[in-house]
């Protein structure tokens, strides 16, 4: 007799981002089957996947017209070499996305997951003013609290210290910039009306570093991993033109934001900047497959465009660049959007939502703050909402209450003590009136 799934997956697998010991008292879940914003357990138990299984999945699990352009695209062409060939898959999603971007960016790489696209942005910056006539040109400024993946460099870019703090040793030096942090604000203002006195921190590392620095890389509007923390676009603005000032490139991480999780395509329409690099995955084939871009400018492309014999190229490649079943998903994806008027709908969805949270949660005593932008609604437990203090983190009281949902066959997968929603865009009121529901029970509990 074989062992049960879980005990096989025990004996054999080291899952990412896991305390495998934690697995003694919760095994991982054998998922089955999905459809929508549900996932089916070998055992026949139903969760709502309210993280769109890690913000990626954008339109619903096997979604009908998703999964009918990746069987029509199999038996067409799986897979090729992607320098000196090419295919239409891939040139009608760089076509069509260059007119959703935001203006002027131009020139698309391939990659296959959002960390790789990350490196690919930061060697193309640095190599950029290599060959531009600013070979001094080297550090990367970042926010406190950014993540951007989890390679060397990417890793060096983050400063979760949670991810990044073993490997210090290994990782390049960079610039952290104290980063905008709205429900904690040390001047006492508020998000929806600031003007950003937090941006002087910005200021006080470009007067130092900016004639050193090749690029500066921020997740626009919302720092996914730091606990779903929303600042205002007018700071995306004032970097945009500080960068413009000091001859620093900007990076915009846009792997968590695309793809209208943030209301619109994407966030950095909302500040009207377009960054001189944009980075792109997760909702890009709408979590289907790994799958990432690097866009760039023509400015860019033109530095590093030459006679072979210059050295100018950017010689970085990926087997799996331009996969094109990713592109074909990726297209299902902007023709889902466009056709079932995805993004107004999700947002008429978000400003429900987000009167419901309120009402439901905003009393309770230990709800700090609910922040939210687009459909993602975060709730930050707190031990004091007075003073903000947040649990001790030996508590594990998001741990516990992601255990607790689990068990009500919600998917909610918290950061740190921050709870959050990003569910696919098309979820209905009714399903979030379940995820609501449940919430209130764990959270009275
Ligand atoms: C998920 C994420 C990444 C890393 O993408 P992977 O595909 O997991 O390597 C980078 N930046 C942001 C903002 C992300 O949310």
Request: hydrophobic share 40%.
């Amino acid at each position: 007799m074989e062992q049960p799934l879980e005990q096989q997956d025990l004996d054999l697998i080291w899952h990412p981002c896991s305390q495998m010991k934690d697995y003694e008292t919760l095994p991982p879940m054998v998922i089955d089957h999905a459809h929508g914003c549900w996932l089916y357990d070998t055992h026949g138990k139903a969760y709502l996947d309210i993280v769109s299984s890690w913000w990626a999945n954008l339109l619903g699990h096997t979604n009908p017209v998703l999964n009918a352009r990746i069987k029509a695209q199999l038996d067409k062409l799986e897979h090729v070499i992607f320098a000196n060939f090419t295919h239409e898959p891939a040139i009608t999603l760089a076509r069509r996305l260059k007119a959703l971007v935001p203006p002027g960016l131009s020139k698309f790489q391939f990659h296959d997951n959002g960390s790789a696209a990350v490196e690919a942005a930061l060697k193309l910056c640095f190599q950029y003013h290599q060959q531009t006539g600013h070979p001094e040109r080297q550090k990367f400024l970042c926010l406190t609290e950014g993540y951007h993946g989890e390679t060397i460099g990417a890793l060096s870019v983050g400063s979760m210290d949670l991810f990044a703090l073993k490997y210090k040793p290994m990782l390049m030096e960079t610039v952290h910039v104290e980063a905008p942090d709205c429900y904690r604000c040390p001047y006492g203002q508020h998000r929806e009306t600031c003007s950003c006195p937090c941006f002087a921190k910005a200021e006080e590392a470009f007067a130092r570093y900016g004639k050193e620095a090749a690029a500066m890389i921020v997740e626009p509007l919302l720092q996914g991993s730091a606990g779903m923390r929303v600042y205002p676009p007018l700071y995306l603005k004032k970097l945009r033109a500080l960068c413009d000032a000091r001859g620093v490139l900007l990076i915009a991480d846009e792997i968590a934001t695309g793809f209208g999780r943030t209301g619109t395509l994407f966030a950095c329409e909302q500040a009207g900047i377009t960054p001189d690099v944009l980075c792109l995955s997760k909702g890009l084939t709408g979590g289907y497959l790994p799958m990432s871009l690097t866009v760039t400018t023509r400015k860019i492309y033109d530095a590093f465009y030459d006679d072979y014999g210059t050295h100018k190229a950017f010689l970085h490649s990926h087997t799996y660049a331009g996969n094109p079943l990713g592109c074909a998903a990726a297209l299902g994806v902007l023709d889902v959007l466009e056709q079932q008027q995805i993004l107004p709908r999700a947002r008429e969805t978000a400003r429900w939502l987000t009167k419901e949270m309120e009402a439901r949660f905003a009393g309770h005593p230990h709800v700090g703050e609910i922040r939210h932008i687009g459909l993602i609604h975060a709730l930050e437990l707190v031990a004091d909402k007075k003073t903000k203090q947040p649990f001790p983190a030996a508590k594990r009281v998001g741990y516990q209450l992601y255990k607790k949902a689990l068990e009500r066959g919600l998917v909610l997968r918290p950061l740190g003590d921050v709870l959050y929603f990003n569910p696919p865009l098309n979820i209905t009121r009714e399903e979030l009136g379940q995820a609501m529901g449940i919430l209130e029970a764990i959270l009275s509990d």
